[in-house]
């Protein structure tokens, strides 16, 4: 059963879900920037049998209110940690979607992960650019399993996310982009690997191998062709890479 749940952090309601085997590890899953809970769904599912999940709506996304002032990086993974303190999650495997991803490399840094799995994770001046819209779209309608995700995406992927955010979210959006992780990935110690589409125009397929010398235990999973969204536009392969690496 999925449990929609509430909790207040730092002076923000943060919107999450959990679901799955509640005697098993723990899987933390965060989306990218102007997204939330749905899109990060079709990577949880198919492993609710053996995993506990907990997919969370990143503050000023989805069902989790704003922050009061512009966060940093570092503020969204302390609020994270606080979260998963709360709920008993301690050392979890961390899936993260470019902002998501790079909200998990910071958090890796600071605090006990298991695993990590990057999925297109910027960690110096980059971002998903408005330009991919249309291409996003194009894809979503390709993808069977995904396609009812089109509506949402029509709403939340884009430029449009910029011109109607407030300014608070405005600012935290340029916060994001010029926040350089650089130093500190590389106090990554917990395995990690990254799949990468080798057309992604806003994280370039370069950051990935750049981000790979920078901690020790990585490696780079290419999906040759592939955008941005890699992981949906290759679900199946993107399952069965991470659950060979988890299982591990």
Not at 22 to 50: C, T
Not at 122 to 133: E, G, N, T, V
Not at 142 to 151: D, F, H, R, S, T
Not at 164 to 169: C, L, W
Request: hydrophobic residues 40%; proline residues 4%.
């Amino acid at each position: 059963m999925v449990n929609t749940m509430k909790k207040r952090v730092n002076d923000v309601d943060i919107n999450y879900i959990t679901f799955g085997n509640e005697e098993g590890q723990d899987i933390v899953l965060l989306h990218g920037w102007g997204q939330n809970i749905q899109m990060m769904e079709p990577v949880a599912n198919p492993f609710q049998k053996d995993y506990r999940i907990t997919i969370i709506d990143l503050p000023g996304h989805g069902g989790s209110s704003e922050p009061l002032y512009p966060w940093l990086v570092s503020d969204f993974a302390a609020a994270i940690k606080e979260l998963l303190t709360s709920l008993k999650i301690n050392d979890p495997i961390i899936i993260g979607h470019s902002f998501g991803g790079k909200i998990g490399l910071y958090y890796a840094s600071k605090y006990k992960v298991k695993k990590l799995v990057l999925l297109a994770s910027p960690f110096k001046k980059s971002i998903d650019k408005p330009s991919l819209k249309v291409k996003v779209l194009k894809t979503l309608k390709k993808m069977p399993v995904i396609n009812k995700l089109e509506g949402f995406a029509k709403r939340h992927i884009g430029s449009d996310d910029y011109r109607n955010a407030s300014e608070v979210m405005r600012q935290v959006l340029v916060n994001t982009v010029n926040f350089d992780i650089t130093e500190d990935v590389k106090k990554i110690n917990c395995p990690t690997i990254m799949i990468w589409g080798t057309n992604d125009e806003a994280v370039p397929l370069a950051d990935a191998y750049e981000l790979e010398s920078l901690i020790n235990d990585s490696a780079v999973i290419e999906y040759e062709g592939c955008t941005h969204y890699a992981y949906l536009e290759r679900l199946s392969q993107t399952i069965s890479i991470i659950s060979s690496f988890i299982r591990e």
